[in-house]
């Protein structure tokens, strides 16, 4: 008889992947500004560590966020006791508001529909566990976040197929990608129940546009499959245009079939705090609030976090200014980054959101193969010691694009990993004016002629200095 | 247009015992509002010791662990998602759980898998265990929230081990074999044993005897053993609590496999706490990652972590919880003998075994429900019924203990003796129970009994996925905060 079962020892988690060797690289040298110069730079973590100054500000002013001081300890006893499922009313209310606020309050959202989870991770899971049996499939444009394999798949025993998006339009989801996957769907006789879309993009970056966001509207409809929209990034968008959820969407389309809308949401990229496990569902299917409320008990959000939050984000004064200067850091870090690439002729597509550039560098391939890319990525972990993501293990269809994030450091390790990677190009490929095919960006439309002397003003321009580094806590070993 | 799992009934909320949590909330008990309430007696939890926690609270302000890394350590726990866990906290975690066994067992941290709560462990281990279809054995009666967490998502089976009064439902081999045959009956491959130790709804907790039993057959079959020992730290008296990893056979060493959680000793079911604990590094592997499900908030970590290093505390703290928890038992065990009513022998738990079959009109489940009907709302008591852990013999009742003021519990004893009153006293009289055993004086009807609960078996089973999971599923989901 088997130990154990074929879950506990198939590869569904993901980690046996060959782009675990990015971290493993990292994990075993982990660089540090004055302990280790000279290790590989985390550049594979979609993290937002640039706004915890306002944070860390407000929680020492708030002392009754938290049940351990004198202030609020009173509440002590009821906030460990209590596990209700629905979560504390002040909660949900404030998490249902914060969720309104950033999308410009042209939304409403009611907190009985607010379910827990443990975190994104646990709500995509659990969506998956109520929308689709075994051997189902929901649909999901590609490039898309590795975690979705992992998270929608392992235990549930559904599939995720790929709708394929080209960098030719900038990876823009199209109805007839749409449709093409479907009718591979059905030819190989899988049910699919629903479409997936991620909406910030990770690793894209970019934001789903009226006309796309109609377009899956009315395909799933006509279809009769469920949508679900991960809006996990929609705080992080720092630039036009404006960030469009599927809720706005719905309003505008009234005669849709609200019962096959479900958004994922979680704090954990908005205002940075993975560790704290507060995943959201936010169905419009009674049915599914409903069971997905009972299966919220193998992941609910811990009571002592739940009123820590509930008191965060009930305070407007700091929420919106939390939202607009952490859109704004990360606008400054994105630039930075971009234009830093740009200088030695590395193009990303052109994006207003996420802690990552989608960047392109299919002309540094040997080939336009996927074993090229591995090389290409083997040799920025390797050489220029940078752990970047290839776009492979974002099941993108063509090699040469890599994700890199920029929001998990500091302003001075930025410098190190652009001036590493001005290095590396420069020795492989020549100087950034030498050979650089401008058709290449198409829409990207780069500046290239940007000079080093400029880049160090931008660096220097008078702003909050992020916090450290996160290797110099010795707490932090984060994953994804 | 939804999954199978949204359609069925597997999460066993839908029984009728929900009228009873229902109930409650519409009227609860208030010693100053509604005093007339009904008094929540089917809540296992433990609120007897938070005058503990909240001086040590006082004591140990949080703006002095902030003030010391001057303001840096909420943002490395805001970031901090590593599913091993927090050092710290694992470390001391870890020696809270050998010190509640004695130290006869030392618990190694790279065996350790933190869950959000045992209800996330629990499921976890079912799905690194058992495929869908495969089925655990698990002694009755069990707590009602193990066909939730056991079977909805995984796709396990439940085949219980019946257990008697006659022998104040131990396990015997006959009825481990008993099951495993019914397994086999049903075609079901089974993949373990599935025990509470101490035992909820009972409150007991097994002997080093009872332990090489469920060892030895779990040899003999090859199969796993769980044991949830989530009450571990509630027992107050002896004997002594044993854990199965004490008793542990290196034959079977990689399939036994511990679940537990900081919410029943120290009373903190709002922070989500639970662990895994194995031998089996591939299952502590596949566990770990699966912990991202439902990992422990870093920040709660982090405040556990400050109290369980907390040694001395820790170690008052459990002295007393454990002499309040026995005080209250006494409490209510002593209350209810003067009206005639027999709670099983217990050292354990939140909670007494009560023997109510001398206020049964007859000796059917039936007659159960209608008890518990007229408890809650004639005498304003929810208390959950037998059959909604499962227990193969009609009047027994979990009533808990340790989730109420001390007047609250006095009130309610005196409530339960009106019922007693109201009842034919004939009855009572009649039903003198002689300890330590339940036998009645009328063995034909006994055996009538057990033939009854032997026809019932197979049906009960075969319902069981849509069936009664109760009462005490819905205890988990608390009263209101109160303010």
């Not at chain 1, 569904?12 to 660089?31: L, M």
């Not at chain 2, 709660?300 to 907390?310: G, H, N, V, Y």
């Amino acid at each position: 008889m088997e130990l154990l079962s074929k879950i506990a020892t198939n590869d569904g988690h993901g980690e046996n992947s060959a782009f675990f060797d990015g971290w493993k690289a990292y994990d075993s040298d982990p660089y540090h500004p004055t302990n280790n110069p000279n290790g590989v730079i985390q550049m594979g973590l979609a993290e937002n560590q640039l706004s915890f100054d306002l944070v860390q500000e407000w929680v020492k002013k708030n002392p009754k966020a938290s049940i351990c001081t004198s202030d609020g300890s009173n509440g002590f006893k009821d906030i460990a006791i209590f596990q209700d499922y629905h979560g504390l009313p002040e909660f949900r209310n404030a998490v249902a508001r914060f969720m309104e606020k950033v999308r410009g309050n042209r939304v409403r959202f009611d907190p009985a529909r607010i379910v827990m989870s443990g975190g994104a991770t646990g709500a995509q899971e659990t969506l998956a566990f109520c929308l689709a049996d075994p051997g189902d499939a929901l649909l999901v444009p590609a490039p898309y976040y590795p975690g979705n394999d992992r998270d929608l798949t392992w235990r549930t025993g559904i599939q995720l197929l790929p709708v394929i998006c080209h960098s030719s339009n900038d990876f823009k989801i199209t109805r007839q990608a749409l449709e093409t996957a479907y009718k591979k769907a059905q030819d190989s006789n899988i049910k699919v129940k629903g479409l997936l879309l991620n909406n910030p993009s990770n690793p894209l970056g970019t934001v789903l546009d009226r006309d796309t966001l109609t377009e899956s509207l009315k395909f799933t409809n006509d279809k009769k499959i469920h949508l679900i929209c991960d809006e996990i990034y929609s705080a992080t968008v720092f630039a036009r245009p404006n960030f469009i959820s599927i809720a706005e969407i719905l309003q505008e389309n009234a005669d849709c079939d609200r019962d096959l809308i479900h958004i994922v949401y979680s704090l954990s990229k908005d205002l940075g705090f993975p560790g704290f496990r507060v995943g959201i569902i936010y169905s419009y299917n009674d049915s599914v609030v409903n069971c997905a409320r009972k299966m919220s008990s193998f992941g609910l959000v811990s009571t002592q976090t739940q009123h820590l939050i509930a008191s965060m984000l009930s305070d407007d004064v700091f929420v919106d200014r939390f939202l607009s200067e952490s859109a704004k850091r990360l606008g400054q870090r994105h630039k930075i980054l971009s234009r830093g690439l740009s200088q030695v002729g590395i193009g990303s597509l052109k994006s207003n959101a996420g802690l990552y550039c989608w960047m392109d560098l299919r002309r540094l391939l040997k080939g336009p193969t996927f074993e090229s890319e591995i090389e290409l990525w083997r040799m920025i972990i390797n050489d220029v010691k940078i752990n970047v993501s290839p776009g492979a293990s974002f099941h993108c269809s063509e090699p040469g694009w890599f994700r890199v994030c920029f929001a998990n450091m500091d302003d001075e390790t930025v410098m190190v990993a652009l001036n590493r990677i001005h290095k590396f190009v420069i020795q492989t490929k020549g100087s950034s004016s030498d050979g650089i095919n401008r058709k290449q960006y198409g829409r990207s439309k780069l500046e290239i002629s940007l000079s080093f002397r400029r880049l160090d003003e931008i660096m220097m321009a008078p702003h909050k200095m992020s916090p450290h580094s996160p290797m110099s806590s010795p707490l932090v070993r984060a994953r994804t | 247009m939804l999954s199978t799992k949204v359609t069925c009934k597997s999460h066993g909320q839908d029984s009728s015992y929900f009228l009873g949590w229902q109930e409650y909330e519409k009227n609860p008990f208030d010693p100053v509002h509604n005093p007339s309430g009904i008094i929540q007696m089917g809540l296992a939890e433990n609120q007897l010791s938070f005058d503990l926690l909240e001086s040590w609270i006082a004591r140990n302000q949080e703006n002095d662990w902030f003030n010391k890394k001057g303001g840096s350590i909420f943002r490395e726990l805001a970031l901090f998602q590593d599913y091993h866990g927090l050092p710290e906290f694992k470390k001391v975690l870890a020696e809270y759980m050998s010190e509640i066994r004695q130290n006869k067992v030392k618990f190694d941290t790279n065996k350790l898998v933190l869950t959000a709560g045992a209800t996330s462990a629990n499921e976890t281990l079912m799905f690194c265990l058992a495929e869908p279809g495969d089925a655990f054995l698990i002694p009755t009666p069990y707590y009602p929230g193990f066909d939730r967490d056991l079977k909805w998502r995984t796709g396990v089976e439940i085949v219980p081990i019946q257990t008697s009064s006659s022998n104040n439902f131990k396990i015997t081999k006959s009825a481990l074999e008993n099951a495993y045959q019914q397994a086999q009956n049903l075609h079901l491959k089974v993949k373990g044993l599935f025990i509470t130790n101490p035992s909820n709804p009972l409150g007991t907790s097994l002997s080093l005897e009872e332990l090489n039993l469920l060892i030895t057959f779990s040899i003999n079959k090859n199969i796993h053993i769980v044991s949830d020992e989530i009450y571990s730290g509630t027992v107050f008296d002896s004997p002594r609590f044993v854990s199965i990893l004490e008793a542990l056979d290196p034959r079977i060493s990689t399939r036994v496999h511990i679940v537990s959680s900081l919410s029943k000793d120290l009373g903190l079911p709002g922070f989500r706490i639970g662990l895994i604990y194995s031998n089996n590094e591939t299952l502590i592997s596949a566990a770990t990652k699966m912990s991202s499900f439902g990992l422990i908030s870093s920040q709660s970590q982090f405040l556990m972590s400050k109290i369980l290093s907390d040694k001395r505390f820790i170690g008052k703290y459990v002295m007393e919880n454990r002499k309040r928890l026995k005080n209250r038992r006494k409490m209510l065990v002593l209350g209810l003998e003067k009206s005639g009513i027999k709670c099983l022998e217990s050292n354990a738990g939140l909670f007494c075994w009560v023997d109510m079959r001398p206020l049964l009109d007859s000796e059917t489940f039936e007659a159960e429900m209608e008890l518990w009907m007229k408890m809650v709302r004639e005498f304003g008591l929810n208390v959950s019924p037998g059959s909604s852990c499962h227990c193969s013999e009609p009047g027994w009742f979990r009533v808990c203990f340790a989730n109420m003021a001390r007047e609250t519990l006095e009130l309610s004893v005196k409530r339960i003796r009106a019922l007693v009153d109201s009842k034919l006293g004939i009855n009572v009289k009649k039903y003198r129970l002689k300890k330590p055993h339940f036998t009645t004086s009328r063995p034909a009807q006994d055996l009538k009994l057990i033939q009854l609960q032997k026809n019932k078996i197979t049906e009960k089973f075969e319902g069981m996925s849509a069936a009664a999971a109760g009462n005490t599923i819905l205890c988990r989901r608390v009263m209101l905060l109160r303010r």
